[in-house]
């Protein structure tokens, strides 16, 4: 681990949570809402500062309820109430999980009615309910009379910038990450197998100093890679082979998000010259991205100039998105999002494109708005493709 970074402080003070709370209600208030309802990790997280890996586990439902007025109280099983007791929650509501007829919501529909029957959920894009259907359904049923209200615009308006106390956790992975990419060639070599690859990749960010490395995947080939997104298959790394690695890895429950490409012994001109596009693509975004700007200005300065330098095409469908405490969070750098930067907000730029028929080539950075120039997260990729070899 590199000494010279010394690790954020875990956790986060309760001022920090006591301000998501007023900005919560506010907009509560604002939207006419008596409570809000949530059951993914993140949002629970968001607001009681619960942070488990226990969550990998779908046998249990969780919920965490923020009144109009008053702390956030949790509805949660018996397993986690003395998790849940060492964050500033205090009121913890309990029951014995799994139980094969009544999983909690007897108590959550209790919980509810003691606040009123206007609820807001989160029902818009890249929003989930972790919870059986049919459960929900009774929900609904014992709550007669309660109106379901999607609270979307809320929470994305809530989560969307960061506070520095945030972005330093943030920045902090991508620290560790990208002195695990400048590992590279000690890490990588012609005729090591792509599953070896990973795997000393992985243990690399975690002896750097991440949390975990939730997500890593990645693609390899000759002369370019056809995918970005498989696991390993237990191909050899020869050479010719351009490798990219794209990494979500964690610290204190915060992502980090970007890749890296790497060319073993040689790479032939056509692939350089699609490296320095996406990088040229990256450059633009970074100009662009200013408070005030769009989402959508963001797509199109990265896309085009990739269209300009004859990219086949892109079909991902997003250059980028938001970033924290999960891996991919809106907004999206799309010709249709008109999003508008703030300052705080923590972005990834992504450009990517088909440069030859079943060869693409990415590129990925973080950034946090700033007034003015945005503020680089991850240490930029070279400006040349590397050459490992």
């Not at 586990?57 to 956030?72: D, Q």
């Not at 100093?209 to 696991?231: F, N, R």
């Not at 269209?307 to 010709?335: K, Y």
Request: contains cysteine.
């Amino acid at each position: 681990m590199n000494t010279d970074r010394p690790p954020p402080q875990r956790g986060f003070p309760e001022a920090e949570f006591a301000r998501r709370l007023e900005r919560a209600q506010d907009f509560m208030g604002r939207a006419t809402m008596d409570a809000l309802l949530f059951t993914t990790p993140e949002d629970i997280r968001y607001f009681s500062g619960f942070l488990t890996q226990f969550f990998q586990s779908p046998t249990r439902p969780w919920f965490l309820i923020v009144p109009k007025a008053g702390k956030p109280v949790a509805v949660i099983p018996t397993i986690g109430e003395v998790a849940m007791s060492r964050t500033w929650i205090e009121d913890i509501r309990t029951w014995s999980s799994p139980h094969p007829t009544d999983d909690g919501i007897s108590l959550l529909a209790g919980t509810l009615a003691e606040f009123g029957h206007r609820i807001g959920l989160p029902m818009g894009r890249e929003a989930a309910l972790r919870m059986p259907l049919n459960d929900f359904a009774r929900l609904r049923q014992r709550l007669d009379g309660a109106e379901f209200v999607d609270a979307s615009p809320i929470i994305q308006a809530l989560r969307l910038v960061k506070s520095e106390l945030e972005i330093e956790k943030i920045a902090y992975a991508c620290a560790a990450v990208g002195d695990a990419f400048d590992a590279a060639p000690e890490l990588f070599s012609v005729g090591q197998s792509d599953v070896e690859a990973f795997r000393r990749f992985k243990i690399e960010c975690l002896e750097q100093g991440v949390d975990d490395v939730s997500y890593l995947v990645g693609g390899a080939g000759a002369g370019g890679y056809g995918d970005i997104i498989s696991p390993p298959s237990g191909r050899a790394i020869q050479t010719g082979d351009v490798l990219i690695l794209d990494t979500g890895c964690t610290y204190d429950g915060y992502f980090c998000d970007f890749d890296r490409n790497f060319a073993f012994d040689n790479a032939s001109d056509h692939v350089r010259r699609a490296y320095d596009t996406v990088y040229r693509a990256t450059t633009a975004g970074l100009a662009a991205a200013r408070p005030g700007a769009s989402c959508a200005d963001l797509f199109h300065a990265m896309q085009g100039v990739m269209a300009a330098d004859g990219a086949l095409g892109n079909d991902v469908g997003r250059l980028g998105h938001g970033l924290g405490l999960q891996l991919t969070e809106g907004p999206s750098n799309t010709p249709f999002d008109e999003t508008e930067l703030q300052p705080g907000m923590v972005m990834t730029l992504e450009p990517g494109m088909s440069f030859a028929p079943g060869k693409v080539m990415v590129h990925e950075e973080n950034i946090v708005i700033r007034d003015g120039e945005p503020q680089l997260l991850s240490r930029r990729a070279a400006p040349e493709l590397p050459v490992i070899g």
